[in-house]
């Protein structure tokens, strides 16, 4: 079974502070990660998947898979960060995806 | 519209009623999903259409929740006799599955009240 968890439901730091949202999974096989964002008053849309090993608005996410982590993780934070964040995972090919249940991040002026 | 559309965005009913949500995917997605968005619970998974495959009904709440998808393309999630913990947002969102990549695309939700 696909399992997500984000074990933050609330998470607030200083503008300018590191921030590091946590997502631990549980998949037998191997899996596609993604960080999904929803601003105020906007759709949920895709951050960063790791497959691209990209790095968008400053955040990173990397798979361990040795932890069965994928935390996301942005070196100096800003307020315009401030949003839900979901961690989601996909088995390879075409599989459902499943998400956790959410981190809201706050960034304090 | 180039994105998922859905109706209505806003839906009052009576305890006992059905709802009908209906999700326009974006046209030549074949995955469509829907979820329901609710105060501490996050986001939750209620069904995946993927083609022309059986859909996966494993999240589905009760037997009073059903979802079709016509024609591969509009999806209607139907709830029959609404209760008070049915009141959340649900989310429909469709993806092109391009080698396993999954990028899905969300519409804006369809926020429901039972009262």
């Known amino acids: 079974a696909q399992r997500v968890t984000q074990p933050e439901k609330l998470l607030s730091v200083f503008k300018g502070a590191p921030v590091e949202l946590k997502c631990n999974y549980s998949?037998?096989?191997?899996?596609?990660l993604f960080w999904y964002v929803q601003y105020s008053r906007q759709r949920l849309q895709l951050l960063l998947r790791h497959i691209s090993r990209e790095s968008i608005k400053g955040f990173t996410a990397d798979l361990n898979k040795g932890e069965t982590s994928f935390h996301l993780k942005k070196p100096f934070a800003q307020e315009e960060d401030s949003a839900m964040y979901y961690c989601a995972l996909s088995g390879r090919g075409a599989q459902k995806l499943v998400f956790g249940q959410g981190t809201r991040l706050t960034i304090n002026p | 519209g180039a994105g998922v559309s859905q109706s209505p965005s806003n839906k009052v009913t009576e305890k006992g009623k059905d709802v009908e949500l209906r999700c326009d995917p974006i046209?030549?997605?074949?995955?469509l999903y829907w979820y329901r968005q609710s105060l501490g619970q996050g986001l939750e998974f209620l069904i995946y259409?993927?083609?022309?495959?059986?859909?996966?009904k494993s999240g589905l709440p009760s037997d009073r929740f059903s979802a079709e998808r016509t024609g591969g393309s509009v999806s209607t999630l139907t709830i029959q006799r609404t209760q008070q913990e049915d009141s959340a947002v649900y989310l429909c969102?469709?993806?092109?599955?391009?080698?396993?990549?999954?990028?899905?695309?969300f519409g804006q939700g369809t926020r429901l009240t039972v009262v």
């Open positions: 046209s030549g997605h074949t995955a």
């Open positions: 969102a469709s993806s092109l599955e391009t080698r396993g990549v999954t990028e899905a695309f």
């Open positions: 259409f993927q083609g022309n495959s059986a859909p996966d």
């Open positions: 998949y037998s096989g191997s899996p596609e």
